[in-house]
């Protein structure tokens, strides 16, 4: 059945995380380690994996769908560097469309965006000589140069913060106003270890009551303020059943996005999609209508 168009997600929706409350609603799916950068707040750059061939990542949506997942995001390393001959991203995508309610990319810019998918996120961590440190290359003006020549209606700036960038978020938030769809915001994790670009939750916390202002005042910042304010302390209880997390090699794993990755700690949780996803799903209004906005 093609979920993508009709009015049956709704009720599937309901019945299945609303009521019964057992099956995971968003997958994302890592389809390759490989990227063309080597950014400081990625460990997935680092990791091998051998790269999927077309027939087997079908199998991986079809084992996604039959789990309960209607809502799938493509990510690496850099998804548009997946390939199987004379397969990539593209072809991926359209095979999810046939069998996900919604279809998002998260990709650093670097290539076209001219795939498909229902969604596009734009990974950008600051102004051009911030964005450049952490990226490690010179990709600011590309990544720019590929939103503005790109036709897609929904292409939305992903942005993670950390201690180094923390500080010029809000000039980045009114830099790209007019340049993308929207903007979500989420806090880098430490993987593994404690390091220079985990930013304190004093910060965090200025930091985002300054955005729930910017969010009041008009300017394009998708997450609801209910999930803005839970992430200043964390004060939010994760329901982790939510999630599926696919790997190049195959395999999958529900909950946490850490688990099998790096080490879990949630007091220091930045994943701001899993903050959403779970207020929803407990009935948040404000949640409920920001994930509505970005997949439909």
């Not at 001219?114 to 051009?128: E, K, N, R, Y």
């Not at 964005?131 to 992903?158: C, E, K, M, Q, W």
């Not at 949780?269 to 948040?284: N, Y």
Request: hydrophobic share 40%; charged share 20%; glycine share 6%.
């Amino acid at each position: 059945m093609d979920w993508s168009t009709g009015l049956l997600k709704y009720p599937y929706i309901f019945s299945h995380y609303a009521l019964s409350r057992q099956k995971p609603m968003l997958a994302s799916f890592k389809l390759t380690y490989s990227c063309n950068l080597q950014c400081k707040q990625c460990p997935f750059y680092e990791m091998k994996a051998a790269n999927l061939q077309f027939k087997q990542a079908c199998e991986i949506l079809d084992q996604l769908a039959a789990r309960g997942n209607r809502l799938i995001v493509f990510e690496g390393g850099e998804p548009f560097l997946w390939r199987d001959q004379d397969y990539g991203l593209g072809d991926i995508i359209r095979e999810a469309k046939k069998r996900f309610f919604s279809v998002g990319v998260t990709t650093n810019g670097t290539f076209p965006l001219d795939v498909p998918a229902d969604v596009i996120w734009v990974s950008l961590d600051g102004l051009q000589a911030t964005h450049d440190l952490l990226r490690g290359a010179s990709v600011f003006v590309i990544a720019l140069s590929n939103i503005r020549n790109t036709t897609h209606p929904r292409v939305y700036a992903h942005i993670t913060v950390n201690a180094i960038n923390a500080n010029e978020i809000p000039a980045l938030v009114r830099f790209l106003e007019n340049k993308v769809a929207g903007m979500t915001i989420q806090f880098y994790y430490p993987y593994n270890h404690q390091d220079e670009l985990f930013l304190e939750f004093e910060r965090r916390e200025k930091l985002l009551e300054e955005l729930i202002l910017m969010k009041k005042e008009g300017h394009k910042i998708i997450n609801s303020t209910p999930a803005l304010q839970a992430l200043k302390r964390n004060t939010w209880k994760c329901d982790d059943r939510l999630i599926d997390n696919a790997n190049p090699d195959g395999s999958i794993n529900q909950g946490c996005y850490l688990k099998n990755r790096a080490d879990i700690d949630c007091s220091k949780c930045g994943f701001s999609p899993h903050t959403e996803i779970s207020l929803a799903c407990r009935g948040i209004l404000q949640s409920i209508l920001a994930g509505r906005k970005i997949f439909f």
